[in-house]
């Protein structure tokens, strides 16, 4: 079956500018997470949706960081503001529920100039 | 706080020789464990997971990893290593509440 879904899978963007990062996880899969791999940082951990439950939005680094999650199917992890520190990889993931494994999607390259 | 430390930055096997990944990590409860493998411009695929039970789970391709709750540790092995394996290599510990911490990833390459 469709995997993680995530769109752009590269974004290059000017520093200042607002960018919109989309996830589609697998049918069914009420759980969803957003991870950002960078090469300082490693694999850290952003926000977590869990059915109609509030947001774990503990991992979000700055306000300038917000996600939704439409019908409890489809995320939109948005960036405003860009900064050179954003460039990474943004990773979603999803799963049945909680403690289930996660699935993970190829990942959005972002690339502030 | 939760950590999960991956010691070895890179590691070099032959081909067809045994691998030992090392995984050690800190938690308050029974943790649930996960081995992940990632490819090169690609996401993470998950090899094996242990929630509870036998010590000793089974993974996708091969692989195998042992909780030892004695040591915080969940080291990932391979009887023989296969050139298609080369790829960076993470452990990560979950809890009920959702969220994954990783370690740093160990990257792995196979000589011929």
């Known amino acids: 079956g469709a995997g993680v879904s995530q769109s752009p899978s590269n974004k290059v963007t000017e520093k200042g500018k607002d960018v919109e990062l989309r996830c589609d996880p697998i049918?069914?899969?009420?759980?969803l997470y957003w991870y950002r791999q960078s090469l300082g940082q490693g694999l850290e951990f952003l926000i977590y949706?869990?059915?109609?439950?509030?947001?774990?939005k503990s991992g979000l680094p700055s306000d300038r960081f917000s996600a939704e999650r439409t019908g409890g199917s489809v995320s939109t992890l948005t960036i405003q503001r860009t900064q050179q520190e954003d460039s990474a990889v943004y990773l979603c993931?999803?799963?049945?529920?909680?403690?289930?494994?996660?699935?993970f999607g190829d990942g959005t390259r972002l690339s502030i100039l | 706080a939760q950590s999960v430390t991956q010691p070895d930055i890179h590691i070099t096997v032959s081909e067809g020789a045994s691998l030992e990944l090392r995984c050690n990590y800190s938690?308050?409860?029974?943790?649930?464990l996960f081995w992940y493998v990632q490819s090169p411009g690609q996401g993470l695929q998950l090899l094996l997971k242990?929630?509870?039970?036998?010590?000793l789970v089974q993974g996708i391709k091969g692989f195998e990893a042992e909780f030892k709750r004695s040591q915080s540790s969940f080291n990932l092995r391979k009887p023989s290593v296969h050139w298609s394996d080369a790829a960076e290599y993470f452990c990560?510990?979950?809890?009920?509440?959702?969220?994954?911490?990783f370690g740093q990833g160990t990257e792995l390459s196979v000589k011929p």
């Open positions: 993931a999803s799963s049945v529920g909680q403690p289930q494994p996660q699935h």
């Open positions: 049918s069914g899969h009420t759980a």
């Open positions: 949706f869990q059915g109609n439950s509030a947001p774990d």
């Open positions: 938690y308050g409860a029974t943790p649930y």
């Open positions: 242990y929630f509870s039970g036998d010590t």
């Open positions: 990560a510990v979950g809890n009920q509440g959702g969220k994954l911490i």
